[in-house]
């Protein structure tokens, strides 16, 4: 996870979820599951999502921008779902530079269960059609699960948030905290005149 620091804004650009990848151990009221996403799943999602939002904390009285308003890329590659944001939020840019901010999670609603007995009790669950909701930025350690019903229309569904740390690499590029480094050229514009004054005689 990169987090580059802008003066006024900050850059957060890395995984949210990887895919293809066995989760660890989770609970649920069915009992305890592993997860696995499969590949294209995110990329199915974005494909059929009018947007998808961009919070801090889940929390939707803190909204931080999303795909549609231009400060959020969301695309999968072999690796996971990779996020790219530019927030301009002053309590998200003070927790960047603080060395807060804890990881990347996203909210889904499944659209197709698929459960398979695993070993040892251990169920497997597998991601393959999901509507993603949207993903935040954390200034907390990930529980990697968490549920909450929702309407939908007519019905009530399930909306489900997952979540991954991250280690962050942080570079501050404010311009208060970048050293001015400049050159000095004293000693050439001296050599300079030295020769133009023997260029002279």
Do not use: C
Not at 11 to 25: M, P, Q, T
Not at 131 to 138: A, C, N, T, Y
Request: aromatic fraction near 8%.
């Amino acid at each position: 996870m990169r987090i580059e620091i802008r003066g006024n804004q900050v850059l957060l650009d890395g995984y949210v979820n990887a895919v293809d990848r066995e989760s660890r151990v989770l609970p649920s009221p069915r009992g305890r599951f592993k997860e696995k996403i499969i590949p294209k799943t995110f990329e199915k999602a974005l494909q059929r999502a009018t947007d998808v939002e961009l919070r801090f904390n889940h929390d939707k009285a803190r909204k931080l921008g999303s795909i549609r308003e231009g400060n959020l890329q969301l695309y999968e590659d072999n690796i996971g779902l990779r996020a790219i944001a530019t927030v301009s939020d002053d309590e998200v840019i003070q927790k960047a530079k603080n060395g807060e901010l804890r990881g990347w999670s996203f909210g889904f609603i499944d659209n197709k269960p698929n459960w398979q007995d695993g070993e040892n009790g251990i169920q497997l669950r597998y991601l393959e059609d999901i509507d993603l909701l949207e993903v935040s930025i954390l200034d907390k350690t990930p529980a990697y699960i968490a549920t909450s019903i929702e309407a939908r229309g007519e019905e009530d569904v399930i909306t489900e948030n997952r979540s991954d740390e991250f280690k962050a690499e942080i570079e501050d590029l404010s311009s208060q905290n970048q050293e001015k480094r400049e050159f000095d050229y004293s000693y050439y514009e001296n050599q300079l005149e030295l020769l133009k004054l023997k260029g002279g005689k």
